[in-house]
C-alpha cells in the first residue's frame, strides 16, 4: 500500500528557532495535509494542500505541496513553546475514504 | 460542541475477551476511519466507511470488524483480544467533499 516517510523522526530546538519537516511518497497524492497532535488527545488540522506547487500559510506555519505530488514539507517559524507536539503529515489519493498518515515527527521546542 | 466522541477512554482486556470500541459524530459526516496509534509508528488505517452499510479494510484491518448502519455511529469491535492489540485508537469523520477530519480524544486499551 501506500507509505509516506516523515522526517525527521524528532528535533530538539531552541525558542524562537525556525522548524523544517517534510514528508515523501512513492505514491502520487491529490491531497497533502499537515496535522498536530497534543499529548492526550486527537490530531487537529493545521494545513492543507490541494495542487501541485501550492504554498500556504496559516500564521507561522507555511506548507506546500510538492510539484511531483509525491512530497510536501511544513515549516514553523519563530518556535514557540506551545508549539511543542506530534506533526503528522496525511495524503489522500484517489481512494477519497482513506488518508494515509506519515509517522510524525516529534517537535520539543527549549524556552 | 460533541464532535466525535470516543468511549470508553482506557480499558484493559484479558487475552480472549472481546469488546467494542463505540464512536459517535453528530456532524452528519458520511466518512468514518478507525486508526490505531503505535510509538513512534504515526497512525495506521484498520478500518473506514464511506457512508451507512459500506465499510472496507485499511492497512491493518486483522482482528477487528466494523459495522456502519446509521451514519453517526461507527463501532469497532475486538472479537478475540491480543496482546499485540494494545494501542491507542483513534476515530476520525468527516465531509467528502472537505478534507478535514475531526478525531475522537482516543481510546487507550491494553490487552494483558
Known amino acids: 500500500g501506500q507509505q509516506l516517510n516523515q522526517s525527521p523522526q524528532s528535533m530538539f530546538i531552541q525558542e524562537g528557532e525556525d522548524v523544517s519537516m517534510n514528508c515523501t511518497s512513492s505514491?502520487?497524492?491529490?491531497?497533502w495535509l499537515w496535522y498536530k497532535q497534543d499529548p492526550g488527545e486527537g490530531p487537529v488540522l493545521l494545513i492543507a494542500?490541494?495542487?501541485?506547487?501550492e504554498l500556504t500559510s496559516n500564521g507561522r506555519l507555511t506548507a506546500q505541496f510538492g510539484i511531483t505530488r509525491k512530497d510536501s514539507f511544513l515549516n514553523i517559524s519563530a518556535s514557540i513553546p506551545s508549539d511543542v507536539g506530534i506533526y503528522f503529515c496525511?495524503?489522500?489519493?484517489?481512494?477519497?475514504?482513506?488518508?494515509?498518515f506519515g509517522d510524525g515527527t516529534t517537535l520539543t521546542v527549549k524556552p | 460542541n460533541a464532535g466525535v466522541t470516543q468511549t470508553p477512554k482506557f480499558q484493559v482486556l484479558k487475552t480472549g475477551q472481546s469488546m467494542t470500541l463505540q464512536c459517535a459524530q453528530d456532524?452528519?459526516?458520511?466518512?468514518m476511519s478507525w486508526y490505531r496509534q503505535d510509538p513512534g509508528m504515526g497512525l495506521r488505517l484498520i478500518h473506514y466507511?464511506?457512508?451507512?452499510?459500506?465499510?472496507d479494510q485499511g492497512e491493518v484491518p486483522n482482528g477487528y470488524n466494523v459495522s456502519r448502519s446509521t451514519t453517526e455511529d461507527f463501532p469497532l469491535r475486538l472479537l478475540s483480544a491480543a496482546p499485540s492489540q494494545t494501542s491507542v485508537y483513534f476515530c476520525?469523520?468527516?465531509?467528502?467533499?472537505?478534507?478535514?477530519?475531526?478525531f475522537g480524544q482516543g481510546t487507550r486499551l491494553t490487552v494483558v
Open positions: 476520525a469523520s468527516r465531509s467528502p467533499g472537505y478534507t478535514e477530519a475531526f
Open positions: 505514491s502520487i497524492f491529490n491531497t
Open positions: 494542500l490541494y495542487k501541485a506547487g
Open positions: 496525511a495524503g489522500q489519493g484517489t481512494n477519497a475514504g482513506k488518508s494515509t
Open positions: 456532524m452528519n459526516h458520511e466518512y
Open positions: 466507511s464511506v457512508g451507512a452499510g459500506i465499510t
